[in-house]
T-cell receptor
Framework: SQQGEEDPQALSIQEGENATMNCSYK?????LQWYRQNSGRGLVHLIL?????REKHSGRLRVTLDTSKKSSSLLITASRAADTASYFC?????????????FGKGTKLTVNP | ETGVTQSPTHLIKTRGQQVTLRCSSQ?????VSWYQQALGQGPQFIFQ???????GRGNFPPRFSGLQFPNYSSELNVNALELDDSALYLC??????????FGQGTRLTVV
């Protein structure tokens, strides 16, 4: 079963606009990671935020984490056509000593030129 | 470039056959995990290897098996292939409690 749920499932914006994607999860976590995936290829790591952090920035990316609401958001500012991709959040789930990542179904972002 | 490489990139197999997928971890990473991603879904955890030992398994049958080698490279083996095994198989390498970096995946088609 999938823990993380991204919202919205699809998002279409114009180049230069900001894109916000949300992620909700169910259990306690140590950290949450965001990934980008282009056209069914590999996942590109964007950012990791730990449970004791509330906000993190990387270039045009801003991630927030609210552990009380079990939710996270990814903001992409000044979007570009090259940002068109699917975005996934992944939470770590410690089970039997292993760290497995639990993914949602992703948000499909389309940035129109 | 993550430093994680997977081979082959694409593969077509017949139902009932066996397949081996390979993954070369990023230098210095001692943990490798495998995921299956069906079309339109998020990746699903298959299993994880840490220092050559299986260290956790998802909800996949025993015909999915793996190995990790002393150089931390890894293999995923799937026996008795079924049509539903058609998917993108992703390998991720990491250190404990750190970012996981994925390879480009192997697209497996079972016909």
């Amino acid at each position: 079963s999938q823990q993380g749920e991204e919202d919205p499932q699809a998002l279409s914006i114009q180049e230069g606009e900001n894109a916000t994607m949300n992620c909700s999860y169910k259990t306690s976590i140590n950290n949450l990671q965001w990934y980008r995936q282009n056209s069914g290829r590999g996942l590109v790591h964007l950012i990791l935020i730990r449970s004791n952090e509330r906000e993190k920035h990387s270039g045009r990316l801003r991630v927030t984490l609210d552990t009380s609401k079990k939710s996270s958001s990814l903001l992409i500012t000044a979007s570009r056509a090259a940002d068109t991709a699917s975005y996934f959040c992944a939470t770590d789930e410690l089970r039997g000593g292993s760290e497995k990542l639990v993914f949602g179904k992703g948000t499909k972002l389309t940035v129109n030129p | 470039e993550t430093g994680v490489t997977q081979s082959p990139t694409h593969l077509i197999k017949t139902r009932g056959q066996q397949v081996t997928l390979r993954c070369s971890s990023q230098s210095g990473h001692n943990t490798v995990s495998w995921y299956q991603q069906a079309l339109g879904q998020g990746p699903q955890f298959i299993f994880q290897y840490y220092r050559e030992e299986e260290n956790g398994r998802g909800n996949f049958p025993p015909r999915f098996s793996g190995l990790q080698f002393p150089n931390y490279s890894s293999e995923l083996n799937v026996n008795a292939l079924e049509l539903d095994d058609s998917a993108l198989y992703l390998c991720a390498s990491s250190l404990v409690a750190a970012e996981a970096f994925f390879g480009q995946g192997t697209r497996l088609t079972v016909v």
